[in-house]
Every structure is written in C-alpha cells, then in structure tokens.
C-alpha cells in the first residue's frame, strides 16, 4: 500500500558529503516517523536517523555532528545530508516510515521500507 523510493546514493570520497531523499507514496492517511537506516556488508541494519512527524530528531551516535535529517510532511518526503563522510559509512541506506493506513476498516500502524540506495565511500 505505501512504498518508498530512495535516490541520492553513490561513489563519494571521504571527506565529501552526499544528500538522500526518500519519497513516500500509496494510500496512507498519515506518515508518523520517518527515518534512515544502514547496513554495511556482514552487519546488522543500525539506525542512522529518525524524525517524527512534529520533527522530534534522533541520530545515532556514529553520525552525530555529520548528519541532518529533514522533512517535507506536504510532499511524504524525507532527506538525509552527510558530510564528512567517513569509509566506515559505506553501507546500502534504507528509508523507513511508520504509516498510519485504512485496512479493513481499521487504521492499522504499518512499518514500510524502501529497497535501499547504495553509499560507497571511498579512501
């Protein structure tokens, strides 16, 4: 019902910075928390970033300082910007949102993920 398109992804080197969108369609009646996750090659998915719907932010310790995350609630939009970018950030980012949806009658809570965008930083 509700998917998420990432763009932004890509070669960087360390040092530069880099911007990824994530836009959010589908019937949905609202979007509660959007966010960023990542997951590096042989590692769990970790937070990156997560952003409420009245803008309460929240950052994992490892982007602290480098990473802003914003949004447009009028257009289902979430953005992330990095900058110092560091070879330990070199991971597949996920969009993520909790949408609220009409389901058989019954606004449900559902978690939706994106299909991911590569972030490759290079030395």
């Known amino acids: 019902q509700v998917q998420l398109v990432e763009s932004g992804g890509g070669l960087v080197q360390a040092g530069g910075s880099l911007r990824l969108s994530c836009v959010a369609s589908?019937?949905?009646?609202?979007?509660?928390?959007m966010g960023w996750y990542r997951q590096a090659p042989g590692l769990q998915r970790e937070l990156v970033a997560t952003?409420?719907?009245?803008?309460?932010?929240n950052y994992s310790h490892s982007v602290k300082g480098r990473a802003t995350i914003s949004r447009d609630n009028a257009k289902n939009t979430v953005h992330l910007q990095m900058n110092s970018l560091q070879t330990k950030d070199t991971a597949v980012y996920y969009c993520?949102?909790?949408?609220?949806?009409?389901?058989?009658?019954?606004?449900?809570?559902?978690?939706?993920w994106g299909k991911g965008t590569k972030v490759t930083v290079s030395s």
């Open positions: 952003i409420t719907n009245r803008g309460t932010l």
């Open positions: 993520r949102a909790e949408a609220s949806v009409m389901s058989w009658g019954r606004v449900r809570e559902n978690e939706c």
């Open positions: 589908g019937r949905m009646l609202s979007i509660n928390e």
